[in-house]
């Protein structure tokens, strides 16, 4: 625990401007962002008597190391600054809402040729019109489903449309009138687009003009005796009514607002949005944050605002935003959220009327959440503290471990090797930290060795980051010097008689970003960040490899143990006798899904390679042909038999590939051996058109990606 006083700066070093600031730990790591208008009388604030400030303020200053700031202009800049670092640095004192959903979306695609109306989840694309977010996705297809009758928009994917338009022949959606039929030229792209453009102004709310010329339609075809046109006019009424009821009217009709209610304790806090779309709840969703800072309900609404509207612009934006606490001071919030929509924001507390009576509906909702969300997670934060504590008792650690690293090795016979790390903290899952690793040092089926250069090569780049930013040196004795890469042996050989390379790219990670610290500003670089338990997927050989790569390192305060599968024994290094916990033990529970994940992991790894290997072709061999050419080339030809027949002037006809690229790609396909063509099984016959097509992918029992002429690898797959 730091003592404040260490690291506070001199009074007159800090400028007594708009600005923010960071605080972070030993490790460089950014623990939490803050703006003030007045950066020195802020700061001072932190700086005051431990016994006088906030818990968890106390907890967060003790926990820092440094503190540094960025002056600014304005607080409007400040606002965005800050909300900017909060996304990239992911401090671990700050306020985040945890979202309980990804919530869907209505989607209109206008950014194509044929619009596509579809649900979409996640981050939201340029040139694509969102309504909502929905409850459930069945809620968006009850809407649709409806509408489609009005307005046959196009809801195919872009593979289905494409068969269409080979084939000629529509989906079933064309032949009963619920789509116009792009794909067979039955409308016009203009046309399309003009009965897409209707669909997102009767969602935009903009419904009652609408409806009126479809009344006024009616009742002429009833005049003129088109009885059938006018029944269909009819229904088509009717439907759009039944659609409009799934929401309800609360406000005047021209109302865009978004309503934000707050429920909280002092340990955590519930936020519930109605979202009003032309006087109608269009959509509804809401967060839970744990109050690591000690923080009042108008910073609570603010830091949901930028969540909320740091990534939206125009329309997405509302014209009203009513919230139970204004932030202080609130001209800058509300000079950002126009600069946001780019028209003036109304930011204000309802105080009478309908919109008073709406905000309490969205508070009772605030309420309930919060209380089931306590409900839900009391059972859970006690189960994993204990199972925490009963971890740390069985295998005699001075604390609770808080990060956890568990490791296995996936093989298939021997082929395609590699490795996995998850990592836990506080007993829950750190995706975003998870690492997969290729066996390199040597070929074959070896667990034991390959733990042993799996764990080595994770702590070698923890030290290589721990000498990089002067947190020990060979001076200070915490560890001894850093082999060098081409000294760093096997186990079991002598030292001179194989080397472990140890690549740059060890650990690539496998859910996006790698996360965990990178470079001195705080950004995320890789495994700079220790756990206090190594967790192995095996017996007493794997532990004592995964030891014995430790002792190598110097490395002697993080504790290892094995997880056996057969009996579910607990094995610790130099100990002949495993350590066996209760069946119904939390700690074993918890060690269980650890390495389990651990398991997954690594099998998803290696069945990815595995078919990426039986997916691989002629082409791949090409030097400096990139993924997108190669598939401009297929789509151009048809598949590789016919571009090995080709001409290097027929080959030049697609796009981006010059006549160097070209003789290159003729070379490699006349020395490599054309492929043995396709058989079909049921009638014998020799299907040479689809030779050195790459075969298509399917999906085991659990969702993962198998290559269609993979061997069934059950009973033989580690």
Partial sequence: MADPSSYRPKPGQIPDTPGVYRFRDEHRRVIYVGKAKSLRQRLANYFQDLASLHPRTRTMVTTAASVEWTVVSTEVEALQLEYSWIKEY?????????????????????????????VMRGHKKKGVRYFGPYGHAWAIRDTVDLLLRV?????????????????????????IGKCSAPCVDRISPEDHRDLAEDFCDFMAGRTGTYLRRLEKQMMEAAEEMEYERAARLRDDIEALKKAMEKNAVVLADATDADLI??????????????????????????????????????????????????EETGDAVPKEVLVPALPEPVEPVQEWLAGRR???????????GDKKALMETVQRNAQQALALHKTKRASDLTTRSRALEEIADALDLDSAPLRIECYDISHLQGDDVVASMVVFEDGLQRKSEYRRFQIKGFAGQDDVRSMHEVITRRFRRYLAEKERTGEWSEEDGSVSPLPDADTLTDPGTPPVARTIPVSSTDGDDANGPVNGFKDDDGRPRKFAYPPQLVVVDGGQPQVAAAKRALDELGIDD????????????????????????PRSSEGLYLLQRIRDE?????????????????????????????????????????????????TIEQIQEVPGIGRKT????????????PAAPAVNTATGEIMDDREDEVPETTADASGEPVSAGAPDDRGQER
């Fill in 151 to 175: 307005f046959p928009v196009r809801t195919c994917s872009a593979g289905v449309f494409k068969n269409a338009t080979r084939t000629g022949r529509p989906c079933l959606l064309g032949y």
């Fill in 662 to 673: 070209a003789e290159t790609i003729a070379v490699a396909l006349a020395q490599a051996a």
């Fill in 261 to 310: 209610a707050v429920a909280e304790d002092e340990l955590e806090a519930a936020l519930q949005i109605f979202h009003v779309r032309g006087g109608r709840v269009r959509g509804q969703r809401g967060w839970v944050t744990d109050k690591v800072e000690d923080v009042t309900t108008a910073a609570l609404v603010e830091h949901a605002l930028q969540q909320l509207y740091g």
């Fill in 598 to 646: 651990a398991h997954r992991f690594a099998i998803t790894y290696q069945r990815t390679k595995r078919a990426k290997r039986f997916r691989s072709g002629p082409l791949d061999d090409v030097p400096g042909l990139g993924e997108a050419r190669k598939q401009a080339l297929i789509k151009h030809f048809g598949s590789v038999k016919k571009l090995r027949s080709a």
């Fill in 342 to 352: 780019g028209s003036n924001v109304s930011l204000r507390i309802p105080q009478r």
């Fill in 90 to 118: 992911d401090p671990r004192f700050n306020v985040k809402y945890r979202d309980d959903k990804s919530y869907p979306y209505l989607a209109v695609t206008m950014n194509e040729e044929f619009p596509r109306v579809q």
């Fill in 558 to 581: 993080i504790a290892v143990c094995g997880l056996a599968k057969r009996l579910e024994e607990v094995w610790l290094p130099e100990d002949d006798d495993p350590v066996v916990l």
